[in-house]
C-alpha cells in the first residue's frame, strides 16, 4: 500500500537522481527512511568515486547503517528511482531492509522484477516488501533524457 | 585451468578466514590478485564494523578499487573461501572481475551455483571465469567448526 508519504520520499530520491546527472553519473537516486524520517540519502557515483561498487542503493545502506550503528536495517524503507541490480537486491537482503519501493524498472539488469526476483525469493533469509512504479515516468525520463543527451555528446 | 599459485593464494584467503573467526566473525577471507601480485586482502566484518555489507569480497573489492583507482577491476581475479552470496556475486559482475576462484560451495546461500549462477549468466554486462571447489575441504571445515563452537557456546 501506498501513502503520500511514499511519494514524497521517492520525490526526493528523484533530486538526489539529478544531481548525479549534473555530475555525469548515471542519474540514480537513493534515501533510506527509518520512522518516517529520512536518515541516509545517496546517488550514484560510480564514475566520481570511482567504484563499481557506488551504487545509490548502497551508499545509502552504508549510510543507514553507520546513523543506526547496527548491521539490521529492520524499520527501514528504502526508495530508489530505478530497479536494483543483483548486487543491491542482494544488499537489501543482507541488511534485512523491512520495505523496498522504487520507480523505474530495469529489463536489462534489474534484479526485482526484470531477470530476477531477488526480493520475493522464499530460499533467502530475508524478504522485504516491494512496491514497484513509485513515480515510474519521472525516474525513466530522468535516465533516457541523460542517456539521450551522452549520445548528443558523443556524436 | 589451476595453477600452484591459485593454491596459495587461497591459502592466503584461509589465513584471512581464520581471523575473522578470531575477531568472532563468520570465517570467510578473500584476496584480489593483479599481476599475480596481491593488492587486497579482507575479511568479513559484519559484526565488527557493524554493517551487513561487510562480507570479505566487499571489502576487498573496495582495496583492490582504492589500490587501482578505477572501478573496472579488469586483470583481477578474487579468491574467496566461500562460494559469494547475490550481493557479492552482483559486485563482481559489477567490478568487472576476470576470474573469481572460491573454496567450499554454499548451498543455502550462493549465488554462483547453488541457489543462482550469477556469474554465468549472458544477459548481465561481465561474466567472470570460475573455479570452484579449491581447498574447499579446509575453506568448509573452518566454517562448520566455528558453528560447532558457537552453539557448543550457546548452550
Given at each position: ?9 521517492m ?11 549534473e ?5 540514480v537516486?537513493a534515501?533510506?527512511v527509518?520512522?518516517?524520517q ?12 570511482p ?8 551508499l ?23 530497479e536494483?541490480?543483483v548486487?543491491?537486491?542482494?544488499a537489501?537482503?543482507?541488511?534485512r531492509v ?7 524498472t ?12 531477488v ?8 524478504r ?6 513509485v ?8 535516465l533516457s ?6 549520445r548528443?555528446?558523443?556524436?
Open positions: 500500500m501506498l501513502s503520500d508519504n511514499d511519494f514524497n520520499f520525490r526526493h530520491a528523484l533530486e538526489l537522481a539529478a544531481r548525479a546527472a555530475a555525469g553519473e548515471v542519474p537516486g534515501v533510506v527509518h520512522d518516517n529520512v536518515i541516509a540519502e545517496a546517488y550514484n557515483e560510480r564514475e566520481t568515486r567504484s563499481a561498487l557506488a551504487h545509490a542503493e548502497i545509502a545502506l552504508e549510510r543507514a547503517t553507520e546513523k543506526l550503528g547496527r548491521w539490521r536495517l529492520s524499520g527501514c524503507t528504502l526508495y530508489v528511482t530505478l536494483p541490480c548486487m543491491c537486491a542482494g537489501l537482503v543482507q541488511a523491512d520495505r523496498v519501493v522504487y520507480g523505474a530495469d529489463p536489462k539488469g534489474g534484479a526485482v522484477e526484470s531477470l530476477y526476483q526480493l520475493a525469493d522464499s530460499r533467502l533469509n530475508h522485504p516488501d516491494v512496491k514497484a512504479g513515480l515510474a515516468p519521472e525516474c525513466g525520463t530522468l533524457d541523460f542517456f539521450k543527451r551522452r548528443l555528446i558523443a556524436e
